[in-house]
């Protein structure tokens, strides 16, 4: 009788299908750590942007009403520049919710004076991007630059409360702003951004 050399072919069929079974778990595993990457990723990216633009609306907010000679409010109330008084306006896009539109008037430049549309600002919601206000425009007007991609993020609230409270016997005017995004390709991944902001120019 002749000694056998090498693998039956039952223990080959074992061997090769216990392999094939290893490699589809590796190939499942690597599957799920590369979906938790993106996922994470994805995350990140929707936290970076949304912070920035949260950041960036904040504070351009905290100026609405400076003056370059607000002390004259004080020393000189008569000759004090006063059309940048209350000029913190709520309202809407026409074709948006309640609310998610913010117009107001500081002096960017510093010279005492109100120079128009350069010295308008704003922001509201407008198909679900941030649109920073250009040239003066109005809620409703066209024309306003898009501070968020719709293809990286969907800002899904964008909200604006303005209340006055007293403090120290001094009445002050709050912002409140709450801002929801989401990824447009997976809205299950979102953030909430809420903050106050008190306007400290306000008269």
Not at 104 to 117: L, M, R, V, W
Not at 118 to 139: I, K, S
Not at 168 to 197: C, G, K
Request: proline share 2%.
């Amino acid at each position: 009788m002749l000694k056998q050399r090498g693998l039956s072919l039952v223990e080959l069929m074992i061997t090769i299908t216990l392999g094939l079974i290893l490699m589809a778990a590796l190939t499942a595993v690597f599957a799920a750590t590369l979906g938790t990457n993106s996922r994470s990723l994805q995350l990140s990216q929707l936290q970076e942007e949304s912070t920035a633009v949260m950041d960036l609306l904040v504070g351009d907010l905290r100026r609405a009403g400076y003056r370059g000679n607000a002390h004259l409010l004080v020393v000189d109330p008569a000759n004090a520049v006063t059309v940048f008084n209350n000029s913190i306006v709520v309202s809407q896009h026409p074709s948006e919710v309640a609310a998610s539109c913010l117009l107001f008037d500081y002096d960017a430049n510093n010279s005492s004076t109100h120079d128009g549309a350069p010295e308008r600002f704003g922001y509201r919601l407008r198909d679900g991007q941030v649109q920073r206000r250009q040239a003066g425009a109005a809620c409703g007007d066209a024309g306003w630059e898009g501070l968020t991609s719709p293809d990286l993020i969907q800002v899904d609230v964008l909200e604006f409360v303005l209340t006055e409270r007293m403090l120290d016997a001094v009445n002050e005017q709050v912002v409140e702003v709450l801002m929801v995004v989401s990824l447009p390709s997976d809205a299950q991944i979102s953030r909430e951004l809420a903050t106050e902001v008190v306007l400290r120019n306000a008269f």
